[in-house]
């Protein structure tokens, strides 16, 4: 509503209760493209006539702090802005600050904040990077001893394994597997992250076309052992559970489903 204070000092027509087809008749602009109901608000300030779109100012003094706090679109070449103003204005400035000082704590209260955050970004961005390669190398390492310990079951080198790994370097993992054996491979690999158990299965193109697998029906039954789910192509597929426990069974299973 207009405060009363304000009225007083400008010249305000307003209209209430106006049914809608008469505000329209009277020249109110809506704005915004907002609903209204049947009966609507009218202002008239000067020469603008409008529906109501919120409490009026007969100047920006009186509305004192302003911060605007979002814009957005709302129509073709319209935008909307929402701000704080007075003392909500005044309490988001007081409780930005606070959040500051407590942010600068963090960080020994040191003068240069913003260079400070820099720096810690870019060490964490290099750990980050170093990280990434050490798991690369390990995978690499695993692929590899996985490998020379594989299996040969009628004709099929086999490769399983139960280990701690998450979800993304076991993909790596299954993938690099699959590029070093020539012939047929079936890959069963269970892993764990975090206390949560994922199965994934790597086949080559053959056990698929000749034998008749498909690695994501495959892990679906399988996954009911780990009280989890998934899926994914005829050659490989993966599953997510939440009973670690049942990993090893799960990997057997998968040995047995595809009968070699």
Request: a neutral charge; charged letters at 25%.
């Amino acid at each position: 509503m207009v405060n009363d204070m304000i009225r007083q000092d400008i010249h305000i027509d307003e209209h209430r209760d106006v049914p809608f087809d008469e505000a329209k008749k009277l020249g109110a602009i809506a704005l915004f493209g907002e609903k209204y109901g049947d009966k609507v608000r009218v202002v008239r300030f000067g020469p603008s006539c409008e529906f109501c779109g919120g409490i009026h100012a007969c100047s920006t003094g009186r509305i004192g702090f302003f911060k605007i706090i979002s814009e957005s679109s709302v129509a073709a070449g319209i935008r909307r802005i929402e701000a704080r103003t007075g003392k909500a204005c005044e309490d988001l400035l007081y409780q930005t600050e606070d959040i500051l000082k407590a942010v600068k704590s963090f960080f020994n209260n040191a003068k240069d904040l913003q260079g400070v955050i820099q720096k810690y970004i870019e060490e964490h961005d290099s750990m980050k990077k170093e990280i990434q390669g050490f798991q690369a190398q390990a995978v690499e390492r695993a692929a590899k001893t996985l490998v020379e310990k594989a299996r040969l079951v009628n004709g099929v080198k086999v490769v399983t394994s139960v280990l701690p790994m998450n979800p993304a370097a076991a993909k790596d993992l299954a993938f690099k597997i699959r590029a070093a054996v020539e012939g047929s491979l079936l890959c069963v690999l269970g892993t764990h992250d975090n206390n949560k158990p994922q199965l994934s299965i790597m086949m080559s193109d053959d056990m698929v076309s000749d034998h008749g697998l498909n690695a994501g029906q495959m892990v679906r039954e399988a996954a009911k052992l780990i009280q989890g789910g998934g899926g994914g192509q005829p050659h490989f597929a993966q599953a997510g559970g939440k009973n670690v426990d049942g990993l090893s069974a799960a990997v057997d299973k998968v040995i047995e489903l595809a009968n070699l």
